[in-house]
Protein backbone atom coordinates (compact mmCIF):
# COMPACT_ATOMS: atom_id res chain seq x y z
CA UNK A 1 0.00 0.00 0.00
CA UNK A 2 2.68 2.48 0.85
CA UNK A 3 4.24 1.65 -2.57
CA UNK A 4 1.13 2.95 -4.42
CA UNK A 5 0.68 5.72 -2.39
CA UNK A 6 4.56 6.92 -3.22
CA UNK A 7 3.99 6.81 -6.88
CA UNK A 8 0.37 8.90 -6.64
CA UNK A 9 2.58 11.54 -4.78
CA UNK A 10 5.25 11.42 -7.87
CA UNK A 11 2.67 11.93 -10.40
CA UNK A 12 1.49 14.87 -8.71
CA UNK A 13 5.17 16.29 -9.01
CA UNK A 14 5.70 15.14 -12.42
CA UNK A 15 2.31 16.88 -13.14
CA UNK A 16 3.18 20.05 -11.78
CA UNK A 17 6.89 20.11 -13.39
CA UNK A 18 7.94 23.17 -15.88
CA UNK A 19 5.36 25.75 -16.91
CA UNK A 20 2.24 24.39 -18.52
CA UNK A 21 1.06 28.27 -19.37
CA UNK A 22 3.55 27.90 -22.03
CA UNK A 23 1.22 25.31 -23.71
CA UNK A 24 -2.12 25.13 -25.30
CA UNK A 25 -5.18 22.68 -25.08
CA UNK A 26 -8.41 23.36 -26.97
CA UNK A 27 -9.44 26.06 -24.80
CA UNK A 28 -5.88 27.79 -24.16
CA UNK A 29 -2.96 28.49 -22.20
CA UNK A 30 -2.76 25.43 -20.13
CA UNK A 31 -1.76 26.19 -17.09
CA UNK A 32 -5.17 24.75 -15.45
CA UNK A 33 -3.97 21.05 -16.50
CA UNK A 34 -1.60 19.98 -13.33
CA UNK A 35 -4.72 20.93 -11.15
CA UNK A 36 -7.03 18.39 -13.34
CA UNK A 37 -4.75 15.63 -13.36
CA UNK A 38 -4.34 15.98 -9.27
CA UNK A 39 -8.35 15.92 -9.49
CA UNK A 40 -8.04 12.77 -10.98
CA UNK A 41 -7.00 10.82 -7.64
CA UNK A 42 -9.22 13.00 -5.74
CA UNK A 43 -11.16 10.81 -2.89
CA UNK A 44 -14.19 12.94 -4.00
CA UNK A 45 -16.21 10.89 -6.92
CA UNK A 46 -17.40 14.14 -8.43
CA UNK A 47 -13.67 15.56 -8.24
CA UNK A 48 -12.62 12.75 -10.10
CA UNK A 49 -15.68 13.07 -12.89
CA UNK A 50 -15.20 16.61 -13.38
CA UNK A 51 -11.47 16.26 -14.16
CA UNK A 52 -12.05 13.27 -16.36
CA UNK A 53 -14.89 15.76 -18.30
CA UNK A 54 -12.20 18.36 -18.49
CA UNK A 55 -9.16 16.51 -19.61
CA UNK A 56 -11.26 15.03 -22.27
CA UNK A 57 -12.49 18.21 -23.95
CA UNK A 58 -9.27 19.71 -23.63
CA UNK A 59 -6.25 17.65 -24.26
CA UNK A 60 -8.03 15.51 -26.29
CA UNK A 61 -11.22 17.73 -28.20
CA UNK A 62 -13.26 15.45 -30.53
CA UNK A 63 -10.20 13.78 -31.85
CA UNK A 64 -8.09 16.48 -32.12
CA UNK A 65 -4.81 16.46 -29.60
CA UNK A 66 -2.62 19.69 -28.87
CA UNK A 67 0.67 21.21 -27.96
CA UNK A 68 -0.15 20.34 -23.80
CA UNK A 69 -1.74 16.13 -25.37
CA UNK A 70 1.79 15.09 -25.56
CA UNK A 71 2.88 16.61 -22.28
CA UNK A 72 0.14 15.07 -20.72
CA UNK A 73 1.13 11.08 -21.24
CA UNK A 74 3.71 10.95 -19.23
CA UNK A 75 1.66 11.41 -15.86
CA UNK A 76 -1.48 9.61 -17.00
CA UNK A 77 0.77 6.14 -17.63
CA UNK A 78 2.25 7.21 -14.37
CA UNK A 79 -1.15 7.62 -12.68
CA UNK A 80 -2.35 4.25 -14.74
CA UNK A 81 0.75 2.49 -12.96
CA UNK A 82 -0.12 3.46 -9.24
CA UNK A 83 -2.54 0.50 -7.35
CA UNK A 84 -3.50 3.72 -5.37
CA UNK A 85 -5.08 5.76 -8.11
CA UNK A 86 -9.00 5.72 -8.60
CA UNK A 87 -10.80 4.61 -11.57
CA UNK A 88 -7.59 3.24 -13.62
CA UNK A 89 -9.22 2.30 -16.34
CA UNK A 90 -10.64 5.67 -16.53
CA UNK A 91 -7.21 6.91 -16.83
CA UNK A 92 -6.44 4.46 -19.30
CA UNK A 93 -9.14 5.33 -21.18
CA UNK A 94 -8.15 8.85 -21.10
CA UNK A 95 -4.27 8.38 -22.24
CA UNK A 96 -5.44 5.84 -25.28
CA UNK A 97 -8.12 9.08 -26.47
CA UNK A 98 -4.79 11.05 -26.02
CA UNK A 99 -2.58 9.09 -27.88
CA UNK A 100 -4.46 7.75 -30.80
CA UNK A 101 -7.29 10.09 -30.66
CA UNK A 102 -10.44 8.68 -32.94
CA UNK A 103 -8.66 6.22 -34.99
CA UNK A 104 -10.45 3.45 -35.64
CA UNK A 105 -9.56 -0.04 -36.09
CA UNK A 106 -9.02 -0.84 -39.94
CA UNK A 107 -5.72 1.44 -39.49
CA UNK A 108 -4.22 -1.67 -38.33
CA UNK A 109 -1.30 -2.61 -38.30
CA UNK A 110 -0.56 0.91 -38.15
CA UNK A 111 1.78 2.92 -39.87
CA UNK A 112 3.09 5.68 -37.89
CA UNK A 113 5.40 6.77 -40.60
CA UNK A 114 3.07 6.96 -43.43
CA UNK A 115 0.09 8.24 -41.05
CA UNK A 116 1.89 11.25 -39.78
CA UNK A 117 4.16 12.09 -43.28
CA UNK A 118 2.19 15.68 -43.37
CA UNK A 119 3.05 16.38 -40.23
CA UNK A 120 6.87 16.43 -40.89
CA UNK A 121 6.64 19.77 -43.47
CA UNK A 122 5.12 21.92 -40.14
CA UNK A 123 7.57 24.51 -38.98
CA UNK A 124 7.52 26.12 -35.56
CA UNK A 125 6.32 29.31 -37.15
CA UNK A 126 3.04 27.42 -38.71
CA UNK A 127 2.44 26.02 -35.16
CA UNK A 128 2.99 29.50 -33.90
CA UNK A 129 0.91 31.12 -36.37
CA UNK A 130 -2.65 28.60 -36.04
CA UNK A 131 -2.16 29.23 -32.59
CA UNK A 132 -2.07 33.19 -32.53
CA UNK A 133 -5.44 32.75 -35.21
CA UNK A 134 -7.13 30.46 -32.78
CA UNK A 135 -6.24 32.00 -29.35
CA UNK A 136 -4.34 35.93 -29.39
CA UNK A 137 -5.97 37.58 -32.07
CA UNK A 138 -9.33 39.72 -31.80
CA UNK A 139 -10.12 39.71 -34.98
CA UNK A 140 -8.41 36.49 -36.67
CA UNK A 141 -7.01 35.59 -39.98
CA UNK A 142 -8.71 32.25 -40.34
CA UNK A 143 -7.92 32.28 -44.03
CA UNK A 144 -4.20 32.70 -43.70
CA UNK A 145 -3.77 29.44 -41.93
CA UNK A 146 -5.98 27.39 -43.91
CA UNK A 147 -3.41 25.28 -46.20
CA UNK A 148 -1.30 24.48 -42.79
CA UNK A 149 -3.73 24.16 -40.07
CA UNK A 150 -4.75 20.14 -40.64
CA UNK A 151 -1.03 19.58 -40.62
CA UNK A 152 -0.45 21.11 -37.74
CA UNK A 153 -3.30 19.81 -35.91
CA UNK A 154 -1.51 16.10 -37.82
CA UNK A 155 1.67 17.29 -35.87
CA UNK A 156 0.22 17.82 -32.37
CA UNK A 157 -1.44 14.05 -32.91
CA UNK A 158 2.04 13.08 -33.78
CA UNK A 159 3.50 14.24 -31.28
CA UNK A 160 0.77 12.65 -28.52
CA UNK A 161 1.50 9.36 -30.20
CA UNK A 162 5.13 9.36 -29.68
CA UNK A 163 5.40 10.05 -26.54
CA UNK A 164 3.05 7.54 -25.59
CA UNK A 165 4.97 5.51 -27.99
CA UNK A 166 7.46 6.00 -25.67
CA UNK A 167 5.80 3.83 -22.52
CA UNK A 168 5.06 0.35 -24.19
CA UNK A 169 6.78 -1.68 -21.37
CA UNK A 170 4.33 0.18 -19.15
CA UNK A 171 1.31 -1.26 -21.47
CA UNK A 172 2.86 -4.65 -21.48
CA UNK A 173 3.07 -4.95 -17.86
CA UNK A 174 -0.72 -3.62 -17.54
CA UNK A 175 -1.69 -6.96 -19.76
CA UNK A 176 -1.11 -8.95 -16.33
CA UNK A 177 -2.90 -6.53 -14.58
CA UNK A 178 -4.95 -7.33 -11.55
CA UNK A 179 -7.89 -5.23 -12.44
CA UNK A 180 -9.23 -7.07 -15.81
CA UNK A 181 -10.27 -3.26 -17.07
CA UNK A 182 -6.91 -2.17 -17.63
CA UNK A 183 -5.77 -5.46 -18.86
CA UNK A 184 -8.54 -5.68 -21.71
CA UNK A 185 -7.69 -1.49 -22.41
CA UNK A 186 -4.16 -2.47 -22.77
CA UNK A 187 -4.71 -4.84 -25.01
CA UNK A 188 -6.32 -2.64 -27.38
CA UNK A 189 -3.64 -0.36 -26.53
CA UNK A 190 -0.07 -1.81 -27.32
CA UNK A 191 -0.93 -3.40 -30.90
CA UNK A 192 -0.93 0.75 -31.89
CA UNK A 193 2.69 0.43 -31.53
CA UNK A 194 4.54 -1.49 -34.24
CA UNK A 195 7.81 -2.86 -33.43
CA UNK A 196 7.21 -3.75 -29.31
CA UNK A 197 9.07 -6.62 -28.91
CA UNK A 198 7.51 -9.84 -27.46
CA UNK A 199 3.87 -8.13 -28.11
CA UNK A 200 2.59 -11.55 -29.27
CA UNK A 201 3.65 -13.67 -26.40
CA UNK A 202 2.37 -10.94 -23.95
CA UNK A 203 -0.73 -11.42 -25.61
CA UNK A 204 -0.89 -14.87 -26.00
CA UNK A 205 0.01 -15.05 -22.01
CA UNK A 206 -3.30 -12.85 -21.19
CA UNK A 207 -5.33 -14.45 -18.64
CA UNK A 208 -9.18 -15.61 -19.22
CA UNK A 209 -12.01 -15.34 -17.24
CA UNK A 210 -13.16 -11.98 -14.95
CA UNK A 211 -16.98 -12.20 -16.27
CA UNK A 212 -17.57 -12.13 -20.59
CA UNK A 213 -15.33 -11.05 -22.70
CA UNK A 214 -12.81 -9.77 -20.77
CA UNK A 215 -9.01 -9.10 -21.25
CA UNK A 216 -8.53 -12.31 -23.31
CA UNK A 217 -11.17 -11.64 -25.97
CA UNK A 218 -9.05 -8.55 -26.03
CA UNK A 219 -6.11 -9.78 -26.35
CA UNK A 220 -6.88 -12.00 -29.48
CA UNK A 221 -8.58 -9.29 -31.12
CA UNK A 222 -4.94 -7.33 -30.29
CA UNK A 223 -3.30 -10.51 -31.81
CA UNK A 224 -6.13 -10.56 -34.87
CA UNK A 225 -4.43 -7.22 -35.76
CA UNK A 226 -0.45 -7.76 -35.39
CA UNK A 227 1.45 -8.70 -38.78
CA UNK A 228 3.29 -11.25 -39.64
CA UNK A 229 3.57 -14.89 -39.08
CA UNK A 230 1.94 -16.61 -35.50
CA UNK A 231 4.41 -17.87 -33.20
CA UNK A 232 3.95 -20.84 -31.33
CA UNK A 233 2.78 -19.17 -28.13
CA UNK A 234 -0.12 -17.18 -30.10
CA UNK A 235 -1.30 -19.71 -32.05
CA UNK A 236 -1.48 -21.80 -29.27
CA UNK A 237 -3.49 -19.71 -26.96
CA UNK A 238 -6.31 -18.84 -29.81
CA UNK A 239 -6.76 -22.46 -30.75
CA UNK A 240 -7.13 -23.18 -27.30
CA UNK A 241 -9.55 -19.98 -27.47
CA UNK A 242 -11.98 -21.76 -29.98
CA UNK A 243 -12.90 -24.26 -27.05
CA UNK A 244 -13.79 -21.88 -24.63
CA UNK A 245 -17.01 -21.44 -23.18
CA UNK A 246 -16.88 -17.98 -23.37
CA UNK A 247 -18.66 -16.50 -26.68
CA UNK A 248 -16.77 -13.72 -27.32
CA UNK A 249 -13.48 -15.24 -26.36
CA UNK A 250 -14.29 -18.07 -28.38
CA UNK A 251 -15.50 -16.00 -31.47
CA UNK A 252 -12.39 -13.48 -30.80
CA UNK A 253 -10.13 -16.48 -31.67
CA UNK A 254 -11.86 -17.35 -34.66
CA UNK A 255 -11.45 -13.88 -35.97
CA UNK A 256 -8.04 -14.00 -34.84
CA UNK A 257 -7.00 -16.99 -36.58
CA UNK A 258 -8.75 -16.28 -39.64
CA UNK A 259 -7.26 -13.28 -40.43
CA UNK A 260 -3.76 -14.24 -39.45
CA UNK A 261 -3.89 -17.11 -41.72
CA UNK A 262 -5.91 -16.47 -44.45
CA UNK A 263 -4.78 -19.00 -46.42
CA UNK A 264 -5.77 -22.18 -44.66
CA UNK A 265 -7.63 -20.91 -41.78
CA UNK A 266 -8.69 -23.81 -38.86
CA UNK A 267 -12.27 -25.71 -39.80
CA UNK A 268 -13.15 -25.10 -36.32
CA UNK A 269 -12.13 -21.27 -36.79
CA UNK A 270 -14.74 -20.93 -39.62
CA UNK A 271 -17.59 -23.17 -37.77
CA UNK A 272 -17.30 -20.35 -35.40
CA UNK A 273 -17.38 -17.43 -37.62
CA UNK A 274 -20.36 -18.84 -39.72
CA UNK A 275 -22.22 -19.29 -36.58
CA UNK A 276 -21.68 -16.05 -35.34
CA UNK A 277 -22.46 -14.30 -38.49
CA UNK A 278 -25.78 -16.66 -38.61
CA UNK A 279 -27.08 -15.03 -34.86
CA UNK A 280 -25.25 -11.52 -35.42
CA UNK A 281 -23.37 -12.02 -32.56
CA UNK A 282 -23.75 -9.30 -29.65
CA UNK A 283 -21.77 -7.35 -27.93
CA UNK A 284 -18.22 -4.90 -28.04
CA UNK A 285 -15.14 -6.35 -26.50
CA UNK A 286 -13.46 -4.04 -23.77
CA UNK A 287 -10.65 -2.02 -25.33
CA UNK A 288 -12.07 -2.07 -28.77
CA UNK A 289 -14.80 0.10 -30.38
CA UNK A 290 -16.01 -1.63 -33.02
CA UNK A 291 -19.19 -4.44 -32.46
CA UNK A 292 -18.20 -7.82 -32.10
CA UNK A 293 -20.65 -8.73 -35.56
CA UNK A 294 -18.61 -5.92 -37.24
CA UNK A 295 -14.99 -7.92 -36.18
CA UNK A 296 -16.92 -11.75 -37.44
CA UNK A 297 -18.14 -9.75 -40.89
CA UNK A 298 -14.12 -8.56 -41.58
CA UNK A 299 -13.07 -11.39 -41.03
CA UNK A 300 -15.06 -14.01 -43.26
CA UNK A 301 -15.20 -10.87 -45.89
CA UNK A 302 -11.22 -11.24 -45.65
CA UNK A 303 -11.97 -14.85 -46.29
CA UNK A 304 -13.99 -14.36 -49.21
CA UNK A 305 -17.42 -15.46 -47.88
Known amino acids: MRRGVRKVRVVSVVAFEGDWARVHHAYGRAGDVPGQLAGLV ?7 RAAVSFLTGSVYHQGTRWPASA ?11 APKTPDRATVLHILRAVALGDARDDE ?3 DPVRA ?29 VADIADAVALRWAADAYRAARRHTAAYLDWLRDPDPAVAA ?27 PGGPRASANLGLAHLDG ?27 ALARRLPAAPPEAALTVLIDADDRNVPGVVPGWDRPLRGHVSIALRRLGL
Open 42 to 48: AGDPETR
Open 229 to 255: PLGERELGALTRGLGSTDEAVRVTAAV
Open 71 to 81: RVVGPLVALVG
Open 185 to 211: LAAGLVVWFPGVPGVGEALAAVAGGAG
Open 108 to 110: LPF
Open 116 to 144: FADAERVRPADEAAVLRVLFEEDDPDVDG
